[in-house]
């Protein structure tokens, strides 16, 4: 998946404008969500929360996927930009538009407090792992 997003980047001579950096040290990762004009998840499954939640709380646009409980928040919020998983098409046009000016909505930082609790996202997948034991019991 990583290589063919860094060939989609190398195709469209994107190079300069964007990094694909791997692992960061917090306080790095701070100043790249700082310099950032746009946050982007191409996730294809819930791998947890933060980052997307990080950027809400730099007060950073977000582009993401319909997975997991981040997309929920953003859906829930009103805010963000929520695509597709697999649909590439929808990505290469809402990125488009977001390139010639189209807003993306920042949640409010109360809804990020009041919808990072721990309590409720423990229960989210407490919820989720409740449901696949039941099916693998069945």
Do not use: H
Not at 11 to 24: D, M, P, W
Not at 79 to 108: M, Q, R, T
């Amino acid at each position: 998946y990583t290589l063919y997003l860094k060939d989609t980047v190398k195709k469209y001579s994107l190079e300069s404008k964007i990094i694909f950096t791997g692992y960061v040290d917090l306080d790095t990762l701070k100043l790249y969500y700082q310099a950032a004009d746009l946050f982007i998840s191409g996730s294809k499954l819930d791998a947890g929360p933060e980052p997307p939640l990080l950027a809400a709380s730099m007060n950073l646009p977000v582009f993401i996927t319909n997975t997991g409980i981040a997309s929920e928040f953003y859906n829930q919020s009103k805010a963000g930009l929520i695509v597709p998983v697999d649909n590439y098409e929808i990505w290469a046009k809402e990125i488009k538009d977001i390139v010639n000016g189209k807003k993306i909505k920042v949640p409010d930082r109360e809804e990020l407090i009041r919808f990072c609790d721990k309590k409720l996202i423990s229960k989210y997948y407490y919820d989720i792992y409740k449901t696949i034991q039941i099916k693998e019991v069945n």
